[in-house]
Structure formats: C-alpha cells, structure tokens
C-alpha cells in the first residue's frame, strides 16, 4: 500500500514531462514479480573491519560478512548495512537470503586493480568473452545460483570506476573482456532499487539465466563516450521487471539479449516476459533495444513510457546472418523522443559475430513488432527497416507514429525492405512495405 502510493507520487512528479496519453492511465507496477522480504538479522559492514575512509580496502570486510550471512543462515536472511563513506573494494560475490543496503552517502567503490582482477569462465550462451576470445573479468559485484536478494538503501552507490578500463579498451591493450558493474547468474528473486549504478568498466547491469527480477527507481551513470557501458541487460531471463529509472550512459540504455551465434542457439535459451516502464535518459545508441545478440529468442516484451533526449535510435530491435533465434511479440509504446538521429530501426544486420564458426543459414525470425504513440522532435531520420533477404520480417506495425525532423534540416526518409506488415497514422509517412491500415483494417501478426 505504502509503497504504491510512493510509487504514485513519483509518477506524478515525473508525470509533466510524459505525454498526454500516460497521464490518464493507472500506475502499473513491477510489485507483482518478487516479494520484498524484510530482514530483522541486521549486520554493519564496519564490524568485519570495514572502514569507509576511501582508501583502505575492504575486500576482506566484504568477504567476511557475506561469508557469515552464508554459512550462519540466519532465519529470514540478513541484512548488510553499508554506512555512509567511501569503501574501497575489489570484488566479491553476494549469496542468497541476502540484502545489500547502502545508506544515504554511502559508496562501494571498485579498486583499479586491473593488472589481478579475477578471471571466470565465459558464459555458454556466449562460447567466449563479448570483447575478446577467451575468459572474462569477473563482474565488480557478482552473483552466481542464488535467490532471494535485495540490493537497496537511501540512494547509494555502486561506482565502477570504469575509466581505467575504458581507457584499456581505447589503447587496445585489453587482454580480456571488462567487468560488468553488477551480474546474476542462474539467479531468482532478485530486487535492485534505489541505487545508483556509476561509472561501470562494461555492462552496468547483467542479469542473465535468471527469472523474478526487479529493477526499479535505479540510476545509472557512465559518460556519454564511454565504451559499451549499456545500462540494463537482461540476457536469457525471464520475468524481468525494470521500471521509474533514470539511465544516461555511453551504450543501450535497456538491451535485452540471449546469447551470440552458434553458442546461443545451442544454449537455447530466451528471454521472455520482460517489461519496461517510466524509463528516462540518454544515449549516443538506443533507448530500447533487443539484440543484437538474440540467439536464444526473445519474445513477449512491453516497453512502455519511455523519454528520450539527446539519443543514437530511440528504438532499436537488431539482429544478424549466423544469429537465429526468434524475436516475436514486441511492444513499444508511449515514447517521447528529442535530439535523435533515428527514431526507429530494425535491422537484420546489426552486430558482429563470435569467430567463423557461425552458420550463415542460421537466419533469425522477427514477427510481430507493434510500436505506438512515438512522439519525436529533432529527430534527423524517422526510421529505417531493413529485414533479411530470405527472412522477411512480419507483423511489424506501427502506429500513432509522428516524428519531426530538425528545422531547417532536410529529414532523410524511411528506408525499408524485406518487411511486411502495417501502418497507420504515422508521419512521415513510412514505406510501401507496410500497408495503411487507416481504414480499420487490423495489422495482423502471425503467432
Ligand atoms: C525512489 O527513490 C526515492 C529517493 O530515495 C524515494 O523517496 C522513493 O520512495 C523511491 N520510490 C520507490 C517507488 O521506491
Ligand atoms: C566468486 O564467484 C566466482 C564465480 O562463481 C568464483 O570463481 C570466485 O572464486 C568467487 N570468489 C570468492 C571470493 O568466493
Ligand atoms: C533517489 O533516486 C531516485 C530515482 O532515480 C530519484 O527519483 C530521487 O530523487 C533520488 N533521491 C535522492 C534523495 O537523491
């Protein structure tokens, strides 16, 4: 009750920079997905040693007090209490039955430690590291088979200090793929709220082979020309709920994936049922994107509420040759867009592949794409939709659409081909492929 009603009151704070059509709906929220748990087993960082001064290095502390939250067991859980300061750490691992709690001010800070950052095996959805052949660095703060965890506080932070390795990455003498800020593996009932994420080596946010995550009221912060520091990645995981966040970072504000190429299909694993809502932010990618690694299938996705300022594509569904994977059951609607160079892709040759084992017959299947109320401006192209030559893409509609060029800037057109599918109410008007369906005719999608 408390909680929906807090929800309410940031929808209504947010509510005068959305558009007409959300102002009048209900508030939908992800509180549905996982049970919040309260923990009355309460531990403080400082007494493992922990010192918030941000130069000694808690590794140790950290440790300790999940390796005592693990093994003591504690009857509904326990709480890490995390006080305000600045405490230094290299990574560790979270366990179940577990909330991590960042107090107002206080900041878990990743060392640089680049040169003896531990090294993991690369995910079998993946053969190999996304960057580079090989392992990978294990994630800043890492999760392996665990459920029920809660990472949440008074606005804390969880800082990466990525630039060490974006700066790797610029003068190519990375050796491995970079860390992720945060990861869940084979994880369920996992909630991440009012947190703030910054500065991540790679990937802010990477849930992957989970099920029951909630991810709501975060930011998350990386500068604008940092490389690949997408904001939430839900890979090969189902009922995601991501929602009220604000997300400005260097790569795709919210990608959802399922693993790469041949390594993908064989894991077979999809994503499905993931929703957004009340997301706000910028990017010099995508706003929402599936893909491009999409081997898995992604399916049953809502993204809704959505403001843009100051983007790459706002909307960005992405596959390639060698990808597979069925990609169905997408909607987007509610979206305001401003200073973007392209409103809508979807594209059938986006993103690079593992190595050459790739099968070029393994063609990805995209059906079913509904995307509605878009409202752009300064927007330099609306869209372009360019499918595979012997996989059309079908079902893609779209509607309510009007999204405005720069004054003074010839608006390039749409570009479409190997698309089926319909259209109604959109300026500029798209493409012959899509057929007006202004006379009520329904844009029918094959399931
Ligand atoms: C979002 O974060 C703010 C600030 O910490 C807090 O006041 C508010 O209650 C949070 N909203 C939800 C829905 O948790
Ligand atoms: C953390 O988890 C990773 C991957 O599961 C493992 O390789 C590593 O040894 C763990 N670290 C600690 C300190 O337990
Ligand atoms: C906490 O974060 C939320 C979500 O981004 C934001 O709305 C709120 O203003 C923040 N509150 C404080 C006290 O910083």
């Known amino acids: 009750m408390f909680g929906s009603l807090l929800s309410l009151l940031c929808f209504l704070v947010m509510a005068p920079s959305m558009n007409s059509w959300s102002a009048a709906a209900d508030v939908i929220t992800c509180s549905g997905t996982v049970t919040m748990r309260y923990r009355s087993d309460k531990i403080s960082i400082t007494d493992f040693g922990g010192v918030g001064d941000g130069r000694t290095v808690n590794t140790l502390a950290f440790r300790a007090a999940i390796y005592r939250i693990e093994h003591l067991r504690r009857r509904g859980g326990t709480l890490l209490y995390i006080p305000p300061g600045v405490y230094l750490t290299e990574s560790f691992n979270l366990t179940s039955h577990m909330t991590l709690y960042l107090a107002k001010g206080a900041v878990i800070r990743a060392t640089q430690n680049t040169w003896n950052w531990p090294l993991i095996a690369p995910l079998p959805s993946y053969g190999r590291g996304r960057e580079l052949p ?252 360019h499918g595979i030559k012997n996989s059309p893409f079908t079902g893609i509609c779209l509607s309510n659409i009007s999204l405005n060029g720069v004054a003074g800037l010839r608006t390039t057109p749409w570009q479409c081909s190997d698309v089926s599918g319909g259209a109604q109410r959109v300026t500029p008007w798209p493409c012959s492929e899509l057929i007006s369906t202004d006379g009520g005719g329904s844009c029918a999608i094959p399931f």
């Open 134 to 385: 090989g392992g990978r660095y294990l994630s800043f703060i890492h999760a392996d088979g665990v459920r029920d965890v809660v990472i949440t506080g008074e606005n804390g932070t969880i800082d990466g200090q990525g630039d060490v390795w974006w700066n790797m990455w610029r003068q190519k003498t990375l050796q491995f793929t970079r860390p992720n800020l945060i990861e869940f593996m084979h994880s369920r009932h996992i909630i991440i709220t009012n947190v703030i994420f910054q500065n991540s080596p790679f990937w802010n946010i990477h849930p992957v082979y989970c099920s029951n995550v909630v991810i709501r009221n975060v930011t998350i912060l990386a500068p604008y020309d940092s490389p690949n520091t997408d904001g939430i990645d839900p890979d090969s995981s189902s009922n995601v709920c991501i929602e009220d966040s604000y997300i400005s970072t260097g790569d795709d504000l919210v990608a959802v994936k399922s693993g790469w190429d041949e390594y993908g299909i064989a894991f077979g694993r999809p994503s499905s049922d993931i929703t957004i809502r009340r997301i706000t932010g910028s990017s010099p990618f995508a706003g929402i994107a599936i893909g491009s690694e999409s081997s898995g299938g992604v399916e049953n996705v809502l993204a809704e509420n959505i403001n843009l300022y100051n983007m790459g594509i706002g909307i960005h569904v992405k596959t390639n040759t060698g990808r597979g994977g069925v990609i169905r059951n997408i909607t987007v609607s509610d979206v305001y867009m401003e200073n973007a160079r392209m409103g809508i892709k979807i594209s059938g040759n986006v993103g690079d592949h593992p190595d050459d084992k790739f099968n070029p017959n393994a063609l990805p299947i995209v059906t079913g794409i509904r995307i509605n109320q878009v409202w752009g401006v300064k927007v330099q192209q609306p869209g372009l939709i």
